[in-house]
């Protein structure tokens, strides 16, 4: 049920991820609550992490986590309970030593439904802000990208 | 990824959801906060009515609401973030005006992570307790039952 | 707006925790989704831990963990965005190496909403189950005990 | 506990209210999950909403929504539990047909933990969108702006 593809794009790196609206996501207006498209947009970078070995969890093998310190969103359509959002996350190539996804939430009829963009930062295992980006990073973001000629 | 498959057991009808766990799903001891197994066991039952014609909306159409009344758990083992929980759900057949679901969740070992039960009761639409099952409800449990032969 | 009491009962000490409904909480049959309770009757558990001097914190303090390993609701009456939620959790005595809560949830015109139970374990530093209470909460019970004559 | 504060800045009306971190709301890295903090941005918009009279229900009272467009959230510094959040939010003075708030989250240090913006649009009873801010909107806006001399 659950498509997955890889996808580049001129900018940046994409990957769609296929999510069923849960009941609970609904508020009493009958569409997802709009707190809930932030969760939406971490499973689609996670779901990206995954594909591409960024996921939390291969961070942390490194000694880092990820915390997010920027988030936007905006909200273009509604989605109700019984529909799926298909979340395009695209990974946004950068010097600084951050990490910036794009989201690009649709439902099934291709409709945009919500667009909304994230930074992360580094912190290293004292917790202390890393000013230059890590070495496993750098090195990740030019295996991907030279992949992709 | 999400695999479905309908299974006919001795007292009920079971229907088995994949779930990845979500990192917002996890509390501070690392493991997946109780709370949320209500939310799988939730998408369980809805994965079963989707899958048998009894989800919310199926219910709706008909013009029934059907309300949780009674929930119980019990947790065995924890669920990490990276892990999948397996849901079997499970319809017991009973002759009462209710709708009783038993819920197992597995994590990929094949272990038993959590067990719960819940029993739903019907509510017409001026919003009041059905003290018999619908018809629609007793012709769909005749249907169920009668290709489980 | 918060009122704190303590209270005595026959066979347990009580407290008596308010919360207000998020409207985030409220699904789309415009009542608050039946998982948010098990948020309400952990708020009316910390509450009273925080009362009594035995929170989640004050437990890891000690050393220890307190992870639920049953829990159970059932659901009387509708709460609606707007409405408050009045947690009453009662701590019930016994002589095994749990903790086990009752939470009756009032709203304001102080009807019963809902009412249930939790079962909490300890797990030692090594993440092992207690067979037998630590003594930090042998010595709590006693002291909360006491002072109730 | 929750202490309430009426005060005018002076490009916008402002409210205070206070919010203790539930466990369920602190992630596996001991912080609260940033998700959350729109939870909190939304308690706050409706406490300045029930405070003076711009709530969900009273715009729902006068027969209209007014959903969520955008969101922006920056955060400075984690909150863990058994911290509390205080949340300055701060109704923006626009002649659009939208409401602006900016909120301001501390901890109890008076530290700035996040500060985040919404945009919210007025849909009809029909659901359509409204071009111009509805008249009780507009007497509303008077009505709170001159007592502010």
């Known amino acids: 049920m659950r498509i997955k593809e890889k996808m580049a794009v001129e900018n940046g790196i994409s990957h769609i991820h296929h999510i069923d609206v849960r009941f609970s996501e609904v508020d009493s207006l009958h569409i997802v609550w709009h707190g809930n498209y932030i969760k939406y947009m971490e499973d689609g970078r996670e779901a990206f992490g995954r594909a591409f070995g960024i996921s939390y969890l291969d961070v942390k093998a490194h ?28 990974f946004i190539k950068t010097e600084a030593a951050k990490i910036i996804f794009y989201s690009h939430i649709y439902n099934e009829k291709d ?39």
Do not use: R
Not at 74 to 80: A, D, R, S, W
Not at 118 to 146: G, R, V
């Open 111 to 149: 409709e945009l439904v919500a667009s909304g963009e994230t930074i992360q930062i580094f912190l290293d295992e004292k917790n202390e802000l890393c000013l230059q980006a890590p070495d496993f990073y750098n090195e990740w973001k030019k295996s991907i990208f030279e992949t992709q000629v």
């Open 63 to 90: 000694g880092y986590t990820i915390p997010i310190v920027k988030i936007a969103c905006e909200f273009k359509k509604p989605l109700k309970y019984g529909e799926k959002a298909i979340i395009k996350t695209t």
